[in-house]
């Protein structure tokens, strides 16, 4: 599974499970645990992930982390959890205690749902007061996940990540005060822009005063106007590709072959089946192949793992099915019967997914 399938799912499983989280253990075996999992690190081994790590802090001894993720023998990330609704604002002065008793670069402080990640960029050894990448788990967007894929035990490199971590840091900082400006224009930003476009070049209090209001709804206006674009854009491709599948589906229809025609209510019974059986497998995998004496539907397009056979051609509309071993035939009234058999497409399925001695008939 990919990453970023992984990270659907555990923010799929956050949104189902936090509200039955009572405590800040069930918190960390709930949803923290799963996501250092999904990291690629293994929590069951000590040897790479350490639950309770001691982080002696000068003569007071006996102070743990939640977390520590081991590589060579040496901590290299400090997670330390809070309950999932707990606010994190207070609690970074704790990850910062520990940060620097260890040779860890990293630091994560999360409640399960946001994590904030720090480093040591302002002052090498001394955790930078402010997070250099944060998310939520439940909002996460494509760019973020990508990111967060650098820490990944499979993609970990500590000096890429030295480098995407000032990349963020500097990123944010840009954005936060890009936000600012174009809500609020500061003088100095409005004084920029005045300078350049005003015809007497002269920037006094007045124009400051005309030109921040211009500088913000020009700003507000372009913002708006490059959403539009957007939307068109994005509007117009998923019409293209709409068109282009229903045209090719509608070529497909016809085996230029044997010149056999895929009816109407062989596809519609086509799509009923591949809707039964998507969620065990990518509705890619279920394919369709139309010939002379029955419409097959077919595993990866392999005519040695049928699903079913349509017979919509003779008097009776029947369908096969290959779940016992052998092919057997049932009469059928109308498609919407197929969906109360589907524990025999199943079956069918599981079959050739979990290969046994069972034979099928071609």
Same mark, same amino acid.
């Not at 645990?33 to 790479?48: C, L, S």
């Not at 990540?161 to 224009?185: F, G, H, Q, W």
């Given at each position: 599974?990919?990453?970023?399938?992984?990270?659907?799912?555990?923010?799929?499983?956050?949104?189902?499970?936090?509200?039955?989280?009572?405590?800040?253990?069930?918190?960390?075996?709930?949803?923290?645990?799963?996501?250092?999992?999904?990291?690629?690190?293994?929590?069951?081994?000590? *040897?790479?992930?350490?639950?309770?790590?001691?982080?002696?802090?000068?003569?007071?001894?006996?102070?743990?982390?939640?977390?520590?993720?081991?590589?060579?023998?040496?901590?290299?990330?400090?997670?330390?959890?809070?309950?999932?609704?707990?606010?994190?604002?207070?609690?970074?002065?704790?990850?910062?205690? /520990?940060?620097?008793?260890?040779?860890?670069?990293?630091?994560?402080?999360?409640?399960?749902?946001?994590?904030?990640? /720090?480093?040591?960029?302002?002052?090498?050894?001394?955790?930078?007061?402010?997070?250099?990448?944060?998310?939520?788990?439940?909002?996460?967007?494509?760019?973020?996940?990508?990111?967060?894929?650098?820490?990944?035990?499979?993609?970990?490199?500590?000096?890429?990540?030295?480098?995407?971590?000032?990349?963020?840091?500097?990123?944010?900082?840009?954005?936060?005060?890009?936000?600012?400006?174009?809500?609020?224009?500061?003088?100095?930003?409005?004084?920029?822009?005045?300078?350049?476009?005003?015809?007497?070049?002269?920037?006094?209090?007045?124009?400051?005063?005309? *030109?921040?209001?211009?500088?913000?709804?020009?700003?507000?206006? /372009?913002?708006?106007?490059?959403?539009?674009?957007?939307?068109?854009?994005?509007?117009?491709?998923?019409q293209q590709k709409a068109e282009q599948i229903a045209k090719e589906e509608l070529t497909s229809n016809i085996t230029p072959e044997t010149n056999v025609v895929t009816t109407a209510e062989e596809m519609e019974a086509f799509y009923i089946i591949r809707a039964i059986i998507c969620a065990k497998v990518a509705p890619s995998r279920i394919t369709i192949r139309d010939n002379q004496s029955y419409c097959g539907i077919l595993l990866d397009d392999n005519n040695r793992k049928p699903i079913c056979r349509l017979h919509f051609n003779g008097k009776k509309r029947q369908v096969s099915f290959f779940d016992t071993g052998k092919e057997e035939r049932i009469d059928l009234d109308?498609?919407?019967?197929? /969906?109360?058999?589907?524990?025999? *497409?199943?079956?069918?399925?599981?079959?050739?997914?979990?290969?046994?001695?069972?034979?099928?008939?071609?």
């Amino acid at each position: 599974m990919e990453f970023k399938d992984q990270i659907k799912l555990l923010a799929d499983r956050v949104i189902k499970v936090k509200d039955n989280i009572q405590t800040e253990e069930a918190t960390k075996n709930a949803l923290i645990m799963p996501f250092i999992q999904a990291m690629g690190y293994d929590v069951f081994n000590p *040897f790479e992930v350490v639950p309770e790590f001691v982080a002696d802090i000068g003569i007071k001894k006996g102070e743990k982390v939640d977390y520590a993720i081991i590589k060579d023998e040496h901590p290299i990330i400090l997670i330390e959890c809070k309950h999932w609704s707990a606010d994190l604002d207070p609690h970074n002065s704790q990850l910062f205690r /520990y940060f620097h008793t260890t040779k860890a670069k990293f630091g994560i402080l999360t409640n399960g749902i946001m994590f904030r990640f /720090y480093t040591d960029l302002v002052e090498s050894n001394k955790m930078d007061e402010k997070p250099f990448f944060e998310f939520r788990i439940d909002d996460m967007k494509e760019a973020q996940v990508e990111k967060l894929k650098e820490f990944s035990k499979a993609h970990f490199n500590l000096e890429s990540i030295n480098n995407t971590a000032s990349e963020l840091k500097y990123m944010s900082e840009l954005r936060n005060m890009i936000v600012k400006e174009i809500s609020d224009p500061s003088e100095e930003f409005t004084k920029y822009f005045a300078k350049v476009v005003h015809p007497s070049k002269v920037v006094t209090a007045k124009v400051i005063e005309q *030109f921040k209001s211009l500088v913000k709804r020009t700003f507000h206006q /372009y913002i708006n106007d490059a959403i539009n674009e957007r939307l068109k854009t994005a509007l117009a491709t998923e019409q293209q590709k709409a068109e282009q599948i229903a045209k090719e589906e509608l070529t497909s229809n016809i085996t230029p072959e044997t010149n056999v025609v895929t009816t109407a209510e062989e596809m519609e019974a086509f799509y009923i089946i591949r809707a039964i059986i998507c969620a065990k497998v990518a509705p890619s995998r279920i394919t369709i192949r139309d010939n002379q004496s029955y419409c097959g539907i077919l595993l990866d397009d392999n005519n040695r793992k049928p699903i079913c056979r349509l017979h919509f051609n003779g008097k009776k509309r029947q369908v096969s099915f290959f779940d016992t071993g052998k092919e057997e035939r049932i009469d059928l009234d109308e498609n919407n019967q197929l /969906y109360e058999h589907t524990s025999r *497409f199943i079956k069918t399925l599981s079959i050739y997914e979990k290969p046994s001695k069972e034979s099928i008939v071609e």
